[in-house]
């Protein structure tokens, strides 16, 4: 049943004025009647008494009266039905959330049987009208069911669920319980938090409020553990190419929390299902230290690995996995022009031939040998001062730049203009003209822009100075517009200008790289800028050995044909898919594999489908290895990718719980949704709807009525 609650429950000392008619009819004089004598002296005198009456003669009026009172008293205060709807009047039916955190910290010693059985406690308490949602959350939050009375279908959830491979975040949960709370009919609505109460998970900074009148009640399933935690935070690679293979040498990274020192802690290196070398290190508290294996040679084709150290309460973080492609360097074509003396390009030659990330493979043609097949496969092709090739050879560079490839112009001496004629025009920025002089000293590189990726690892103090670089000729370009030069001379020549023509890049250098126009090839910054202009040319992206759980994966960019890796070429693929964005949970762009729709197995096992009517999306939910094949290409080779886990869970510092429940609860509900006054959950709605305090006024009013006329016939009767 309802309870009778008051809005102004002050009003209700007014009660105390229904004593006034109790003290007025307690309080009764005798009338004094004067009788005329003659002459008193006939009288004695005797004393005169008074006799207080201290009995109610007119007990009808009294209760009229102090009726009166009590219910003008009664409508001051404002009464309601609290949990009655607009006219009517509801059981005390309650609406229950559950949010059970599902984060892999979860599966820490006992904590997930600890939460199940708490959910499962909430869910016993339930009484025949109730109703509950179950929520798990992680990074984000999903509701297993929407609010509900089927008590059986929310236990089998609670069991059948598991601890994920997500990190905890409190937002999104809160977020997800104050819209389906918002969007019930029933006054009684409650809120249970399970969790481990990880600091990582709030910041105090998401403004997130459950509905006005909404408690949150905290269940810490963490409470009392001895918590220490062993994990691999991160692997890198060290390649060197020897004897035209290359061998790798991985460090692991390897943290310890915990109050006592480990010892002889197992750490094993695995390549494709074998265990390459096992080694054992000693872990004191609090500490962390790096592991080296021995170089091992990387197989031709994809390698899927893991290092893994000891076991914990916390197994999942002990473990982490990569995949390691060969044929990670880029394919450079230089091209010379016929007659061109033998040292041309040596120090273009030499320079690329330093790089180790990454590694260049340089190979040098005259332009009179150039042929399609010499331009097929390769990333990069480099005109150094070298007009371009006529015939067939034309036609496959202009394709070559147009399906994605990179190509870098250097304007010499023997770079004539009447050769950029026809198509091959499109691929310049602009016109260029006959050699110009500098001064006597030479031009310097004034203007750089410093935000492009060709000139961004300049732009920090002391990490190269240009102007110390004479440039004494050059070709003057006309760039139309200031959007494609990176770099001009002091004099206002544009020294470096880039275009895309199709899917690739073409980059003007209006000089040489030697030092037959210039010094530049004598100066500290000429071998990192070379390698940056042939990256940059190559589109290259450092390989990603791996993803994070809850990155997701966009795989519907672009042109099937233009970007999908060649046959066999996974070092393409990996390439490729390095350009995935770092932001876990945002959409990275991610060339398409092939066209058509793809197949991806996940490393639980699942099977699905993405492409085709659904977007080429693939969230990356799970640890280990997801494979991903063309549909109905069963026996193509997969392209893996591998997920390791958020490390920042692997931290298990605590929040206190009445901290995040008092942020929760403690600001105003804000805009109030919905238009029944249960829902709302505010009690002047309530009230407003019930207006009871009119009704009471009407009876005040007859009883008034009533009392006047009661008054009028006491009074003529005692006359």
Known sequence: MPALAFLAPAFLAGLAAVLIPVILHLRHRERSEAVAFPSLMFLQQIPYRTVKRQRIRHWPLLLVRCLILALLAAAFARPFFAGAGPGIVEDGARDLVILLDRSYSMGYAGRWARAQDAAKRALEGMGPDDRAALVFFSTGATAASGLTGDVAALRAAVDAAQPGAGGTRYGPPLELARRLLEASDRARREVVLITDFQRVGWDGQQDVRLPAGVPLTTVDVAEGDDVSNLSITGVSFDRQAVGGRERVTATARIAYKGAGSMRGVPVRLELNGIELQALSVDLEPNSARAVTFDPFTLPEGESRGTVSAGTDALPPDNRFHFVLSPGQAVSVLIVETDGAAA???????????????????????????????????????????????????????????????????????????????????????????????????????????????????????????????????????????????????????????????????????????????????????????????????????????????????????????????????????????????????????????????????SPGGARSTIGGDRPRVLELQEQGFYELRPAGRAAAAPYTVAVNLDLAESDLSRLDPQELAAAAMAADPGPAAPATAAAAGGVEEQERRQALWRYLLILALLALAAEIALANRVSRAAG
Not at 368 to 382: H, K, N, Q, T
Not at 457 to 481: C, E, I, K, N, W
Request: net charge neutral.
């Open 343 to 601: 040292q041309r390009s040596l120090y273009l030659r030499r320079a690329l031939g330093i790089g180790d990330r990454p590694p260049f493979r340089v190979e040098v043609m005259r332009r009179g040998a150039l042929s399609p097949d010499a331009i097929a496969g390769r990333d990069v092709v480099v005109l150094n001062d070298a007009p371009f090739p006529a015939g067939a050879a034309g036609r496959a560079l202009l394709d070559h730049v147009r399906r994605g490839g990179g190509l870098i112009i250097t304007l010499g001496e023997r770079s004539a203009p009447s050769s950029w004629e026809g198509d091959a025009a499109e691929l310049l920025p602009g016109p260029f003209g006959a050699p110009v002089d500098g001064a006597a000293r030479g031009v310097a590189l004034a203007s750089l822009d410093r935000s492009h990726p060709i000139f961004e690892v300049f732009r920090a103090p002391r990490s190269g100075d240009f102007t110390t670089a004479r440039v004494y000729r050059y070709r003057p370009l006309q760039v139309g517009g200031a959007d494609g030069v990176l770099a001009r001379y002091d004099d206002g020549g544009v020294a470096l200008a880039e275009k895309r023509v199709g899917r690739g890049r073409v980059l003007v250098w209006t000089s040489t790289l030697d030092n037959f126009w210039t010094d530049i090839a004598l100066q500290p910054i000429y071998l990192p800028f070379v390698h940056q202009l042939v990256r940059h040319a190559a589109g290259y992206v450092e390989a990603r050995p791996w993803f994070t759980a809850g990155q997701v994966l966009d795989l519907s960019g672009g042109d099937a044909d233009a970007a999908a890796p060649q046959a066999g070429d996974e070092a393409g693929t990996h390439r490729a898919m390095a350009k995935a964005g770092q932001a876990a949970g945002e959409p990275a762009p991610l060339p398409a594999l092939g066209g058509g729709e793809l197949v991806v197995l």
